[in-house]
């Protein structure tokens, strides 16, 4: 059952032929759809449940209005993604939508009914234009393990951190005993303590090191076990889908699942390798006052990606003679380290695209 609000047309209204463009504010538990006519006419606004039954309704109440080949979908990647997951698998187009600027805000008030119809009018008017991600194959896949590494990577560094820090003021012939050992063998060290000699069952400062040093160790190693086992999951799934993009100077397994996740499971959804630069943050910016004019770099897009493309570029700098040449050609002419970087990451971008673009969803990316 439907959480109804207020709807500018009755279910007594006839339905409205012809092509509409649907408009949908997400939210956790509640999606605000917006049916818009061609010309921009409001033929409806209601609320549906956050439940693929809820997506069901949401779809015939839509095509009740008239034909639906477009939607715009805040969230596409959050709140939004099962819907445009549904939407998708219904042949029809969804498009990602930024929600609405502070200025028009202002002008016309904040409720989820606006904001919907605001997302249709997005794509309507051709300011949506980015095509939202599929999220069924196996780079969603790897965006999961990708969440799981990152997470473990962050948790390790903080154990580390802590458990170098409990060892600087440890009792100064355990620090001297510990201090002199490398990483791995301190922590599988670490890992084997046991109380402290003559420490009997009191709580005392030495039995509190050695338990918190033996359980940060612990908790290490553990984290490592699952970042080796979650790079050789998404090594393996490089090599099986996009094979390819391994092949040039500087791409290593975990630069290509980045990139990736950033292109989607339908890469066709980018028309051009322009706009893969773009949402890679690489595309220049026009930057000029009176006679000068240059370009800088964005400052936008998809940073994780643009540090990938950063990665990218830097480990060609060091191995590929190619990029070794473009670099001391670029400088001769006059340009400066950071505009080169620049065009640098810009290519790396283009390479990456048409490594991927061409490649058929059946069966790889």
Known sequence: MTTRQSS????????????VVLGVDTHGEVHVAAVVSLLGKVLGTESFPATAAGYRQLLVW??????????????????GAGLSRYLLAQQIQVFEVNRPDRAARRLLGKSDPLDAQAAARAVLSGRARVRAKSGDGPVHSARMYKLAKDSAVKARTQAINQLKAVLVIADPALREQLSSLGNAELFRTCATLGPP???GDEDTVAQA????????????????????ELNQRLTRLVEHHAPQLLE???????????????????PERLNTEASFAALCGVSPIEYSSGRRRTRRLNYGGDRQANAALHRIVFTGLRHDPR????????TQEGKSRREIIRCLKRYAAREVFNLVRPVSRTPAL
């Open 209 to 228: 090191t050695h338990m918190t040093l033996r359980m940060l160790a612990e908790r290490i190693e553990q984290l490592t076990a699952q970042i080796k």
């Open 8 to 19: 500018t047309s009755s279910s007594t209204d006839p339905p409205v032929r012809g092509e």
């Open 248 to 266: 040039p100077v500087g791409i290593g397994p975990d630069s290509a699942v980045t990139l990736l996740i950033t292109m989607g499971d339908n």
């Open 323 to 330: 990029t070794q040449a473009y670099y001391e050609h670029r």
């Open 197 to 199: 000699d003559g420490g």
């Open 62 to 79: 839509a095509r009740k209005r008239g034909t639906v080949r477009r939607a715009g979908v805040e969230g596409t990647g959050t709140f």
